[in-house]
């Protein structure tokens, strides 16, 4: 898969808000073990502190993951961070001897200023529930956010 093109004349840094897609190499199945997405969640956060975004929303399907992030400062760069998150899952993940777990790029949407934030975590913590893997977004254990609770999400897409 080649990268996919960024916005012409964006810089991808500052305060911005990205609905974020990143795959696993070969569409394996790599985020169906507990420890993966844990371990993958624990590095995403990590470096999202050290780039300066919060973590809106986040869900590990099996084979990719959506996140939804935040800058939280005009120095936060998007870019860096998804670089520099998939790079540091990716190490962990291969010291299991796993290989590779990320394919090549990433796919983001800015969000425009006017666009509900929880309106778009609640799109993502109902992905599990579109894709048919359970009933409920309570019943996924990979769904959560970091700012508000999975109830307050829930509400309008049970």
């Not at 996919?4 to 199945?29: A, E, H, K, N, Q």
């Not at 929880?118 to 359970?134: C, D, E, G, T, W």
Request: hydrophobic share 40%; with cysteine; charged share 25%.
């Amino acid at each position: 898969m080649s990268r996919p093109t960024r916005l012409c004349g964006f810089d991808y840094i500052g305060p911005y808000r990205y609905f974020l897609t990143i795959c696993v190499r070969d569409r394996r199945d790599a985020f169906a073990d507990a420890q993966v997405v844990a371990a993958t969640l624990a590095q995403f956060r990590r470096i999202a502190e050290r780039c300066q975004f919060a973590i809106l929303a986040y869900c590990f399907m099996p084979d990719h993951v959506h996140v939804l992030v935040e800058g939280t400062s005009n120095e936060s760069d998007v870019r860096a961070f998804v670089k520099r998150a998939k790079q540091a899952s990716g190490q962990s993940y291969a010291r299991c001897a796993r290989g590779p777990l990320w394919q090549e790029g990433y796919y983001e949407r800015v969000l425009r200023a006017s666009e509900d934030a929880k309106q778009v975590a609640r799109y993502i913590v109902a992905n599990p529930i579109r894709a048919q893997l359970v009933a409920t977004s309570f019943e996924y254990p990979h769904v959560e956010s970091d700012v508000w609770t999975l109830a307050e999400l829930v509400g309008s897409v049970m």
